[in-house]
């Protein structure tokens, strides 16, 4: 074949390719993303609407079914679905696997914006948005200090927010729990009946006194002035000092009406960080970001928090997914890195030579290496399925260049020069190993295509599989002809050991040439009894599937991640003080500060 003479022939230009693919290749491994799962689509369109203080029945009725009347009307719904809680309308729309995500959230968007005018006043915007697999928070921090809760839901607010959402592809940064300032006005209902007022009154009279709006502009002589309403409340005192007009015809201030107090929204969620009260933060990436890159980018922002702060503010990290990534990925080369090793081993007990094993073990990493350059190009993500598909082909890496190898050292001892026998050994099996290379991309082609989504987790492993296993083949056409021609000869692939090496040698051969003598025996008594045979391998047949039912099937295998989550669920009607309670008895339990009865 032109290209294994051409690998012997000009060792220098295979050389330079070789070390080419493994420069590119660790560029664009370190350029690569790193992400748990591979990027998902799954055709759902979520609509959550807030409505602060309505109950089931009310946001159901004036909320949901308003939405889902709208949106049903869009092409393409599978099923479509609403929950109604407190506060809460969240609306579900899946589509057909084939709809396109992207047109199908801006068609519900639309149509959306049409109905939001018959939602009632006080519910906040309705909010669109695509279902991504991978939207889940990667940082949940807890900020603390030695200060009421107010003044830290207000520090964490106002700057370490806006701080961390500077953070190249942070998507958006959750604040939870907290005592966030509120202006109470506490109304007597006695003196409003005897004013002949209503609450609604005393709505209406805050709210036409609480804006601020644009005036046009002025112009005078050669200068041009902007003219701005402003009628926001500066303090309480405002706030007390506002006239209602009453039904006669008169005013009179708020305050002699209600009671005007700064404090803060009812607290219905609390977040505890090693047994403190704090407030907590949720970090979630923008869709197609780099976890890892986004974490690192957020812990360098925390330095420098830590710096302007207060002394006594502390921001801890409580969980995260980068190290369980970065962990995930590690294992995955620790694995090839042992993968490697054991191939050696196992090249030098049957070829007698570290020079081959030199040979072998440097063709794998370069051909990892190349398949980064694929993966990159194709943009796939280092994650859990694209790491398995390369885990697996590991064997196909080494598998060619040891066929290859292994007749080359047979011309070797058959008497050929160094440059024949790697181009003669080489071209001889080039048939098979590629015939047994090709079934492999036969295999794994089909996956990388595969329907549904299902096929969406499956396509990164199927192409990574692919790209493995053809760098596979070219390394070993090029790569290991040519280092074989320059490295081996019938002199360094005999063994020529002493003392327990040699004597090891022997053994393994001998005990090798038993081995293959009991195969070959046995061999021929299943020829002769082709019935038994038959008969066993059905019977195998029969119990494989007879197993197979004891074998569990799930959508994602369960995976340590060295922490577990504990959720309390109370009664129905459970007010939140009692909720709090029995989550802070949990902890104490946990942290072994009490024990259950």
Not at 99 to 105: G, I, Q, S
Not at 188 to 212: F, H, K, P, W, Y
Not at 298 to 314: G, M, T
Not at 567 to 593: I, K, N, Q, Y
């Amino acid at each position: 074949m032109k290209i294994i003479e051409t690998s012997v022939s000009k060792p220098v230009l295979v050389t330079m390719i070789i070390l080419a693919m493994a420069g590119i290749g660790a560029f664009c491994y370190m350029q690569s993303a790193r992400e748990l799962f591979p990027d998902i689509e799954i055709p759902v369109v979520t609509v959550t609407t807030y409505y602060e203080g309505a109950g089931p029945d009310e946001v159901e009725q004036l909320i949901s079914k308003e939405l889902e009347d709208e949106i049903s009307t869009v092409e393409g719904i599978k099923h479509l679905k609403s929950i109604s809680q407190q506060g809460l309308s969240l609306v579900m729309a899946e589509f057909y696997l084939e709809t396109d995500v992207d047109v199908a959230t801006a068609d519900v968007r639309a149509k959306v914006n049409l109905v939001r005018a018959q939602l009632p006043e006080e519910a906040d915007d309705p909010i669109v948005m695509k279902f991504d697999f991978n939207a889940q928070p990667i940082m949940q921090l807890s900020v603390s200090a030695a200060r009421s809760l107010r003044e830290v839901f207000q520090m964490a607010d106002k700057r370490i927010k806006d701080r961390i959402s500077t953070v190249p592809d942070v998507a958006s940064v959750t604040i939870i729990g907290g005592e966030e300032r509120e202006i109470h006005i506490l109304t007597d209902q006695q003196r409003l009946r005897s004013e002949g007022l209503s609450i609604t009154d005393v709505v209406a009279a805050v709210a036409a006194a609480n804006i601020e709006s644009p005036g046009g502009h002025i112009s005078q002589n050669s200068r041009e002035y902007n003219i701005r309403l402003r009628g926001k409340f500066a303090n309480l005192d405002e706030i007390r000092n506002l006239r209602v007009m009453t039904p006669g015809g008169r005013s009179i201030y708020l305050r002699d009406i209600a009671e005007v107090k700064d404090t803060f929204k009812e607290i219905r969620e609390r977040v505890r960080a090693d047994g403190k009260v704090c407030v907590g933060m949720s970090v979630q990436k923008r869709a197609g970001g780099n976890s890892i890159a986004v974490d690192t980018a957020v812990r360098k922002q925390l330095k420098k928090l830590e710096k302007i702060l207060p002394d006594d503010y502390e921001i801890l990290i409580q969980d995260e997914q980068a190290t369980w990534i970065t962990s995930s990925i590690r294992n995955v080369f620790e694995n090839m890195g042992i993968g490697i090793v054991l191939t050696a081993v196992a090249l030098f007990l049957f070829l007698h030579s570290f020079r081959a094993v030199f040979i072998i073990s440097l063709t794998m990493p370069i051909s990892v290496a190349a398949t980064f350059i694929l993966m990159y190009l194709m943009g796939i993500t280092m994650n859990m399925m694209s790491l398995m598909g390369l885990a697996m082909t590991i064997g196909v890496l080494v598998n060619n260049a040891i066929l290859v190898l292994e007749n080359i050292v047979r011309y070797l001892h058959l008497g050929h020069s160094s440059g024949k026998a790697a181009v003669e050994g080489t071209s001889e099996i080039a048939v098979a190993v590629a015939s047994t290379t090709l079934t492999n991309v036969v295999v794994f082609v089909p996956i990388a295509f595969m329907g549904g989504i299902v096929g969406q987790f499956f396509k990164d492993f199927g192409l990574t599989a692919v790209f493995a296993t053809i760098v596979s083949l070219f390394v070993s056409f090029t790569l290991a002809p040519m280092l074989a021609s320059k490295l081996l000869s019938k002199e360094n692939t005999e063994f020529t050991g002493s003392g327990f090496f040699q004597h090891f040698d022997r053994a393994f051969d001998l005990g090798f040439q038993h081995l293959r003598t009991g195969y070959i025996h046995c061999l021929n008594w299943f020829l002769r009894h082709r019935a038994i045979s038959v008969v066993l391998v059905i019977l195998l047949l029969f119990g494989s599937f007879r197993l197979a039912g004891f074998i569990g099937s799930e959508f994602i295998t369960n995976m340590d991640q060295g922490k577990f989550v504990i959720t309390l669920e109370m009664p129905v009607g459970s007010r939140f003080e009692e909720t709090d309670r029995a989550t802070s008895l949990a902890e104490s339990v946990l942290t072994g500060e009490n024990v259950l009865p």
